[in-house]
């Protein structure tokens, strides 16, 4: 049996991305774990738009923050949240940020909307590399 260069293979992150072979779920050490459990109802897998990450100059949490932060974000997948999720994403940005429902709802359709890597785990399944 001939001995296959790693050069062969894509990336897991590639293969993951074609296949959805990826899941993500709350993180439990966040500091924003209740806000984003509140929103989700639950537990549950994490919609996201992608596993590709980007930096992101994330605005204050009012929870936690006082100023302006570089951070490593993913876009969530606004379209497979429940109406339930999204009216709850929705109430949550207009109590905090003080925003119109218009221009929140305006936003998350053309936008979207930013989830902190820190506020997630994302895991592989590595069934698509035996």
């Known amino acids: 049996m001939s001995q296959r260069n790693p050069s062969d293979f894509e990336s897991v992150r590639e293969v993951a991305r074609k296949n ?7 993180n439990p050490m966040s500091p924003r774990y209740q806000i984003w459990l509140k929103i989700f109802g639950g537990d549950h897998d994490i919609p996201l738009k992608s596993i590709d990450s980007f930096s992101l100059n994330m605005p204050p949490d009012p ?24 009216e709850r994403l929705i109430v949550w940005v207009i109590e905090n940020y003080k925003v119109d429902r218009s221009n929140v709802e305006q936003e998350l359709k053309t936008k979207g909307f930013p989830i902190r890597s820190e506020d997630i785990i994302i895991s592989f399944s590595l069934r698509g590399f035996m």
Do not use: V
Not at 67 to 86: R, T, V, W
């Open 63 to 86: 929870a936690h923050e006082l100023q302006l932060k570089s951070c490593e974000a993913y876009a969530l997948g606004i379209d497979q949240m429940s109406n339930e999720q999204k």
């Open 20 to 26: 959805k072979m990826w899941s993500c779920i709350l």
